[in-house]
Structures are given as structure tokens and as C-alpha cells.
Antibody, heavy 118, light 112 residues
Framework: QVTLKESGPGILQPSQTLSLTCTFSGFSLSTYGMGVGWIRQPSGKGLEWLANIWWDDDKYYNPSLKNRLTISKDTSNNQAFLKITNVDTADTATYYC??????????WGQGVMVTVSS | DVVLTQTPSTLSATIGQSVSISCRSSQSLLDSAGNTYLYWYLQRPGQSPQLLIYLVSNLGSGVPNRFSGSGSGTDFTLKISGVEAEDLGVYYCMQATHAPYTFGAGTKLELK
């Protein structure tokens, strides 16, 4: 059974760094072809893909967030991470992680709400 | 970036009615290896998106066969053959052929 769960700080202030963790089970990020992606959704709005990390540690980022994103993984503990630097109110959203198998985002976590406010 | 245009933005249906949602891409989603990375997701109220269709027309695990996907190149369609109450929510198409991956703006399926 594949499950993913996101965790984060809940609230943070503008200019701080947002650190998110995706803890998963039912698959391994050391398996060929496997990946984890991060997607976010502002309240009442659509979905925005942020970044992927693959079994071979290859990484892809959405260039719209320029150099603010860093994705990483801890294969032995079944976790993936996303950092977003210099946040502002536009980064307020629900953040999801999802398993990627054969380029399909097939299982998603329940999401974690993040609010950026002074 | 690839723009995915979904129509309609809102769809009102009765239980048992068949409906279709269109997703048009600003460029072809067929890659050089012959794959088309087009997906459909349903987001029920208060829930995370769930996979319905992958690679244009393949049914996701556990997805009822009243859902079907079709299309090629730049034009894609999701069809629901006999809407049920549990199908209500927002439907999104997504492409992963071209980076950055992008989503359509969504189609809200409501009960008439």
C-alpha cells in the first residue's frame, strides 16, 4: 500500500525559508524509475508543479521559481524534502507530494497547508 | 510553457448523464519516442487529486470504467459515461511531455 504524508511549519514569515518533508511508504526511491514530485495549490485555485527528484538523484525544477527551490531525498528513511527560500505571501498554499512511477504522478499525499504572513 | 485549456470551466450534470471535458494544449504532447504524457485527475472537495487516466487513455488503478480518455497531439477528452454522485469535484488535465509540467485550470462538475 502506497502512502505519502507531507509535513511543514504551518506558518512562517516573509523572507524565511520553507522546509517541507514528504514521508512515504509502500515504495522505495532507490527503485529504478521511481520519483517524488512536489505540487502546490493556493486556496481555491489551480495546481502548480514545483519539482521532481528521481531514484538516481536527478532533479528537475519549475523555472518560474527561479533559484528558490531545492529538492532532496533520504532514501534510507523513505523521505523527500523541498526547501523554498525567501518566501512571500504568494507562496501561501497547500503543498502536495506525489509518487512518480513511469512518469505518472499516481499517488498523492493529503497535503500540508502553509501560510506566509507577517 | 505549455498552456492547457480546459472547457467547459463548469459542467452541470444529472446522475446518469454522460459528459465530456476537453483539454487542448498549446503544443503537441507527443514526444520523440512516441509517448504522450497527458493525465486526468479528479479533486473531490477537501481532498487531494486522484489519478483517473494516464498516458491519454489508460485507466488508473481502481478507477471505474465509466471514465475514459481519448485524443492525440493537442486535443484530448475525458468522458464520464453515466455520472455518479461520487464523481463531483474538479477535474484537471496535466501534461508531463514538456518541462515545466503544467495543469489545466480545471473543470468543476456539479449536480444539476
Amino acid at each position: 500500500q502506497v502512502t505519502l504524508k507531507e509535513s511543514g511549519p504551518g506558518i512562517l514569515q516573509p523572507s524565511q525559508t520553507l522546509s517541507l518533508t514528504c514521508t512515504f511508504s509502500g515504495f522505495s526511491l532507490s527503485t529504478y524509475g521511481m520519483g517524488v514530485g512536489w505540487i502546490r495549490q493556493p486556496s481555491g485555485k489551480g495546481l502548480e508543479w514545483l519539482a521532481n527528484i528521481w531514484w538516481d538523484d536527478d532533479k528537475y525544477y519549475n523555472p518560474s521559481l527561479k533559484n528558490r527551490l531545492t529538492i532532496s531525498k533520504d532514501t534510507s528513511n523513505n523521505q523527500a524534502f523541498l526547501k523554498i527560500t525567501n518566501v512571500d505571501t504568494a507562496d501561501t498554499a497547500t503543498y502536495y507530494c506525489a509518487r512518480i512511477k513511469a512518469y505518472v504522478f499516481d499517488y498523492w499525499g493529503q497535503g500540508v497547508m502553509v501560510t506566509v504572513s507577517s | 510553457d505549455v498552456v492547457l485549456t480546459q472547457t467547459p470551466s463548469t459542467l452541470s450534470a444529472t446522475i446518469g448523464q454522460s459528459v465530456s471535458i476537453s483539454c487542448r494544449s498549446s503544443q503537441s504532447l507527443l514526444d520523440s519516442a512516441g509517448n504522450t504524457y497527458l493525465y486526468w485527475y479528479l479533486q473531490r472537495p477537501g481532498q487531494s487529486p486522484q489519478l483517473l487516466i494516464y498516458l491519454v487513455s489508460n485507466l488508473g488503478s481502481g478507477v471505474p470504467n465509466r471514465f475514459s480518455g481519448s485524443g492525440s497531439g493537442t486535443d484530448f477528452t475525458l468522458k464520464i459515461s453515466g455520472v455518479e454522485a461520487e464523481d463531483l469535484g474538479v477535474y484537471y488535465c496535466m501534461q508531463a511531455t514538456h518541462a515545466p509540467y503544467t495543469f489545466g485550470a480545471g473543470t468543476k462538475l456539479e449536480l444539476k
